[in-house]
């Protein structure tokens, strides 16, 4: 799952982004309106953490262009305006929730996978193929009964896969849902990640094989 955080603030920025990814997420940073603009313009998101006093603007103007569009896409404010007022303003205007500065890291984090559990999100669900499941909440994923250890980015990649059980996954769908725009990759890091899971999935037993479709993407079945 991919995440954009607009936030003016570069060492809070960073701070949020290294939390999201120890979390699993795949992390874009945008540190204004414009810069936001560009992101949503290229990639699609799973949800948005919306700083409010932005260097060029008012954050409140994306979220409202965002809403005006018909773009449901969860968002999180996070911002140092704590009067009532603020808060029923935010959420009126179509924030999905509203977290004060100073804020306590882990609480972010939950609080955005509070946002992905919600109906039709992307979080809440167990997913499951053969013998392998995997708890899209807490991230744990095991093969009958035994636990498969995984890293945060190969957890990712099998709940993408899970996700589209029998059918094909893109490997471009695969490239942006996995790594953000600065995260350096190689030409062939999504084949070098399938490898890896594929690899994992082997030794452990589980049930399940992953297809490539040469100059396609690739596709998780049950056995």
């Known amino acids: 799952m991919r995440l954009l955080v607009v936030e003016d603030e570069a060492a809070l920025a960073a701070l949020i982004g290294a939390a999201l990814q120890r979390a699993g997420f795949a992390v874009d940073a945008a540190d204004g309106l414009r810069a936001a603009d560009?992101?949503?313009?290229?990639?699609?998101?799973?949800?948005?953490?919306?700083?409010?006093?932005?260097?060029?603007?008012?954050?409140?103007?994306l979220l409202a262009r965002l809403r005006r569009?018909?773009?449901?896409?969860?968002?999180?404010?996070?911002?140092?305006?704590?009067?009532?007022?603020?808060?029923?303003?935010?959420?009126?205007?179509?924030?999905?929730d509203y977290l004060?500065?100073?804020?306590?890291?882990?609480?972010?984090?939950?609080r955005v996978r509070a946002l992905l559990r919600r109906p039709n999100a992307a979080l809440g669900v167990r997913l499951e193929a053969?013998?392998?499941?995997?708890?899209?909440?807490?991230?744990?994923?095991a093969a009958g009964d035994a636990a498969l250890p995984l890293t945060a980015r190969e957890t990712s990649l099998l709940e993408m896969l899970l996700?589209?059980?029998?059918?094909?996954?893109?490997?471009?769908?695969?490239?942006?849902?996995?790594?953000?725009?600065?995260?350096?990759t190689g030409t062939n890091a999504v084949e070098v990640a399938v490898h890896r899971l594929r690899?994992?999935?082997?030794?452990?037993?589980?049930?399940?094989?992953?297809?490539?479709?040469r100059g396609v993407g690739y596709m998780l079945t049950g056995e």
């Open 38 to 61: 560009d992101c949503l313009r290229v990639a699609s998101y799973d949800a948005a953490i919306l700083d409010l006093g932005l260097s060029d603007g008012d954050g409140m103007t």
């Open 69 to 96: 569009g018909g773009d449901a896409l969860p968002v999180l404010i996070l911002t140092a305006r704590d009067a009532p007022e603020d808060r029923v303003g935010g959420l009126d205007a179509g924030a999905d």
């Open 100 to 110: 004060v500065k100073p804020f306590h890291m882990p609480e972010l984090v939950s």
């Open 130 to 141: 053969g013998n392998l499941a995997l708890d899209t909440v807490t991230r744990q994923a």
């Open 163 to 184: 996700r589209r059980t029998g059918r094909v996954v893109p490997r471009e769908a695969i490239e942006q849902g996995l790594y953000g725009f600065d995260t350096p």
């Open 199 to 213: 690899r994992r999935l082997q030794d452990a037993g589980a049930s399940v094989r992953i297809h490539t479709l």
